[in-house]
């Protein structure tokens, strides 16, 4: 029997999953998903015809062509869209050709590049239905920071947020890629907090990591942010264990258990998790170290033709603007190929959207107040810093790495702040928390500090 409060959180979180899965019809298309889509062949090929082989890719790699884009995408959404559509009774004949970015929105239509609105909507679901996983996942890291009330608000202000939303919800990888990483961090907190109180570790808790990582490396290669944040937060807990007992002037048989077992199941890990990321990417099969080579030159090359498409590279400045503004400030980025605003059928379904009450919380006063109180967290993240809370650092340590990785990124598309999201918000979940039981304990100071 569920305590009352038990019962809250439930409720909560099923009113937040059906939130998202309710606004799935709705949301206006992506080119990136009629890809998605057609790629899903390879579902098709790897597990009705069982010939994953088949897979396999090697150079040159045209533009566009399927061995390119297995190559430089990840492989989960498209076996789940697979599935997706194999459940539902449609088959690999029922696939769109590929998407031609390089000519109109009506154009593509009219050449049958987009997929039926039924294939659209199944093949919508596997992303939702994970996003609404990530927002239990988001719900547990916020407990773990500062328990029930910041719990709430992390896993609201997430599962509302207008960006995660219209990502979330399309027949792409963000879905996966927010599921997979945040059960990354999840278990990361988890095994650091083990650590901290010098208490036993089971494997299970390092196989967990291990295929989490895994699967979010598979799920959109981006995901490293996650697995280097959440690799990072256990091996400073690691090394947070072995400084503050003494461990190497204490003793062998101490310092064996304190340090070279826990290194040694986060190595494990670590190797695990690629394995386990190689292993779901038949494009890696033939000769891995080589196909990692050609995945990185092509992802450069695709990288350098975006930057030029955009018109350039974004300055430092713009960089560090959009970190400030993307996660409450802006609106929901729809499309990125302006010209798609010349289709009037197009428009229409933004339109819907935008009137809708499937959009999300964010955006104007909103979103200002949000962003004030993701300051607040700020502050008290580096308050606990200073004291040298293990919290404080595997947080840190996961937001840096998210940092550095904008920092570098030299398009302003919104699709790319997606992995900054989720701390933002747990900063301001963190600090709408404290605020809370401030003003309770203001109204009524006989509350326990």
């Known amino acids: ?31 990136d998903e009629a890809m998605q889509i057609t790629m899903s062949a390879d579902y098709d090929t790897a597990f009705i015809q069982r010939n994953p082989a088949a897979l396999m890719v090697a150079p040159p790699y045209a533009i566009d062509s399927p061995a390119w884009l297995r190559l430089i995408n990840g492989s989960v959404n498209r076996y789940l869209i697979g599935l997706s559509w194999h459940l539902a009774g449609f088959s690999v004949n029922d696939l769109p050709p590929i998407w031609q970015w390089p000519i109109s929105y009506d154009d593509n239509v009219t050449q049958g590049h987009r997929p039926s609105d039924a294939l659209l909507l199944v093949s919508r679901w596997p992303s ?32 509302l947020h207008p960006v ?15 599921c997979f990483g945040l059960l990354c961090i999840w278990l990361a907190m988890q095994i650091a907090h083990r650590l901290q109180d010098r208490q036993r570790v089971n494997t299970g808790w390092w196989i967990g990591l291990a295929f989490a990582a895994g699967l979010t490396l598979a799920s959109k290669h981006s995901g490293v942010v996650f697995v ?33 077992a826990p290194l040694l199941l986060w190595l494990s890990a670590v ?47 713009s960089r560090l603007t959009g970190m400030l503004t993307q996660p409450f400030l802006q609106p929901a980025e729809i499309y990125e190929a302006g010209f798609w605003a010349n289709s009037s059928a197009f428009m229409g ?37 200073r004291r040298r ?19 570098v990124n030299p398009l302003p598309w919104q699709r790319y702040y997606l992995p900054l999201l989720p701390i933002v918000i747990l900063l301001a979940a963190w600090g709408g928390g404290w605020l809370l039981t401030r003003t309770r304990r203001y109204v009524n100071p006989r509350l326990p500090r």
């Open 1 to 31: 029997m569920l305590n009352p409060r038990s019962l809250l959180a439930l409720l909560w979180l099923l009113l937040l999953i059906g939130y998202i899965l309710g606004g799935v019809a709705i949301t206006p298309f992506h080119g």
């Open 128 to 159: 939702a239905l994970l996003l609404g996983l990530s927002v239990v996942v988001m719900f547990g890291i916020g407990y773990g920071v500062g328990g029930w009330p910041v719990a709430l608000f992390a896993s609201g202000l997430y599962a």
């Open 164 to 178: 995660i939303l219209l990502n979330g919800r399309r027949a792409m990888q963000e879905g996966a890629l927010l």
């Open 228 to 260: 280097a944040g959440a690799f990072g937060w256990v091996g400073v807990a690691i090394l947070m264990g072995v400084l503050r007992v003494g461990a190497i002037r204490r003793g062998a048989p101490k310092f064996t258990r304190i340090l070279v």
């Open 271 to 317: 190797i695990s998790s690629f394995l386990l990321f190689v292993a779901l990417s038949p494009a890696l099969w033939n000769d891995p170290p080589a196909r990692l080579s050609d995945l990185l030159t092509e992802r450069a090359a695709l990288l350098d033709s975006q930057v030029i498409a955009a018109g350039g590279a974004t300055t430092f400045f």
């Open 349 to 385: 379904e933004v339109r819907a959207y935008a009137e809708s009450a499937w959009l999300g919380l964010g955006g104007g006063l909103i979103g200002a107040l949000f962003s004030a109180i993701a300051l607040v967290g700020m502050g008290l993240l580096l308050l606990h810093l």
């Open 389 to 407: 809370d293990p919290l404080a650092m595997g947080l840190s340590i996961w937001l840096l790495v998210t940092v550095a990785t904008l920092l």
